[in-house]
C-alpha cells in the first residue's frame, strides 16, 4: 500500500469510518497515482478499513487505470448505465459494514451525495475527509519535490520562450499563443493555469485576460504561468522591461517589489508563522509607501494544484514547515499606470527557502533571458 492509503486507513479504524469516497480527481490521484479528468462522468476511490480499494471509473478508462493503479480493484460503467447502480452493486459484494461514510465536503456535489444517500438511506455521511487530506498533502516528500523541482524547470523554459517572442507590435494574446505552442512542441501537454502575458497599464490588474493590445517599447511585461509535469504544478512570475531605459518611477515601483520579493524569500523559517512571512514583504512595500497597492496575500500553497492550502497571509498563523511548498508574490499594482509582480515557488527547509524556479529576477532579466 502506498503511505497515504495506509495513513488514511489508521484514520478510518481509530475514527470508526466504515467507508472512504473519494470523488476529487486530485485526491484520487493522491491515493492511487491514477489521473484524470472525468469531466461529467465519475471518478471515485473508494476505501475500506480491511478490504482491498476499489477505483471506480469511466469504461473509457479502465484499462489505463490498470496499468497503473494495481492496488485497487478496479471496476467502471458505460455511459448508457447507471454508475449509482453499479457502485451499490459492488459495494454489496464486499459484504463489509457501510455505516459510516468519509467524503469530501468541500468537492462532492449536491446531486452525487443525494445519489449516495438514496442508495445508503440509513449511512451517516458526516466525516469530512477533505481536511485530513489537505493536511496530509501540506508537507511533500523527496519524490514529489523532485517532480516540482522539473516542473519549475520548465516554467523557466516558458519564461524564456515568451521573453524571445517580444517585438514591438505583437499581442498579449500571440505570444500566449507562442508560449502553449513551443510548449506543446516541448512535450509539455498542459499549463497549470490560463497563461498571463500583460503589457503596461493592463499589468495593473493582478489577474488580468491577455488580448489584442499591442507592445510598446519601454513597457512592462507582466508573465504568470506554470505547467503540470506528472500530476504537478509550477507557478512563476516574472515582469520584464522591454525597451531601452526605464523611468525612474518604474524603476522604483520594480525594485521596491523586487526587495519584498527578496527579503521574504531569505526571511523563510522553518517553525515561523504564515503571517510573519507575510509581513516581511507588506513591510516593505508599506514603508515605501505603496502599501495599499499591494493587494493580495503573499503566497498560497503548490502541489497537485496551483492553487492549494496553505495561504501565506496576514492572520494565518499556522506554523511553516519543512517540506511546505507554497508562493512568495509580492506586487504593486497602480491602476492605469502600472502592474510589477515577481513570483517564485518553492519549499521551506531548514536552509530555508528552496525556490523551484530560477529565471533571474533583476530589471534587466529580459536582457539575460534574449541572449
Known amino acids: 500500500m502506498q503511505m497515504p492509503l495506509n495513513r488514511i486507513v489508521d484514520l478510518m479504524k481509530k475514527q470508526d469510518i466504515d467507508i472512504v469516497f473519494l470523488n476529487n480527481p486530485r485526491n484520487v490521484f493522491y491515493v492511487s497515482s491514477y489521473m484524470s479528468d472525468p469531466h461529467e462522468r465519475i471518478l471515485a476511490a473508494i476505501l475500506f478499513k480491511d478490504e482491498k480499494p476499489l477505483l471506480f471509473t469511466p469504461a473509457l478508462e479502465e484499462n489505463d487505470a490498470k496499468k497503473i ?6 471496476f467502471s460503467y458505460l455511459d448508457t448505465e447507471n454508475p449509482w447502480e453499479i457502485i451499490v452493486a459492488k459495494l454489496q459484494e464486499k459484504n463489509v459494514p457501510l455505516k459510516r461514510w468519509a467524503i469530501e465536503k468541500d468537492f462532492l456535489t449536491v446531486e452525487r451525495l443525494e445519489a449516495l444517500k438514496e442508495a445508503f ?55 500566449v499563443a507562442e508560449i502553449e505552442y513551443q510548449m506543446k512542441r516541448r512535450g509539455i501537454s498542459e499549463m497549470s493555469f490560463d497563461t498571463m502575458v500583460l503589457f503596461g497599464e493592463n499589468a495593473a490588474s493582478p489577474h488580468g485576460t491577455p488580448g489584442e ?6 513597457q512592462f511585461v507582466l508573465f504568470d504561468l506554470g505547467v503540470m509535469y506528472e500530476g504537478y504544478a509550477s507557478d512563476v512570475t516574472r515582469t520584464l522591461f522591454f525597451g531601452d531605459e526605464p523611468t525612474e518611477h518604474q524603476k522604483e515601483i520594480y525594485n521596491l517589489v523586487l526587495s519584498a ?68 508574490e509580492p506586487g504593486i499594482y497602480l491602476p492605469g499606470d502600472v502592474g510589477v509582480r515577481v513570483e517564485d515557488c518553492g519549499y ?15 530589471i534587466a532579466t529580459y536582457l539575460e533571458l534574449i541572449k
Open 121 to 175: 438511506p440509513s449511512a451517516a455521511f458526516d466525516f469530512n475527509i477533505s481536511t485530513t487530506i489537505q493536511d496530509m498533502r501540506l508537507v511533500k516528500n523527496p519524490q514529489e519535490l523532485a517532480i516540482m523541482k522539473k516542473a519549475g524547470y520548465w516554467a523557466d523554459q516558458a519564461l524564456q520562450i515568451g521573453a524571445k517572442a517580444l517585438r514591438e507590435g505583437i499581442t498579449e494574446a500571440e505570444v
Open 348 to 362: 521551506a527547509s531548514p536552509e530555508g527557502f528552496v525556490s523551484f524556479t530560477e529565471t533571474p529576477t533583476g
Open 213 to 218: 493590445k499591442k507592445l510598446q517599447k519601454n
Open 69 to 74: 493503479a494495481s492496488e485497487y480493484d478496479i
Open 261 to 328: 520579493h527578496d527579503e521574504a524569500m531569505a526571511a523563510v523559517r522553518v517553525g515561523m508563522k504564515a503571517s510573519a512571512l507575510d509581513a516581511v514583504a507588506r513591510n516593505v512595500i508599506a514603508v515605501g509607501g505603496y502599501g495599499k497597492y499591494f493587494n493580495h496575500r503573499l503566497g498560497h500553497g503548490l502541489g497537485q494544484g496551483v492553487h492549494e492550502f496553505p495561504s501565506i497571509m496576514e492572520g494565518n498563523d499556522m506554523e511553516i514547515l519543512d517540506g511546505m511548498c507554497f508562493s512568495i
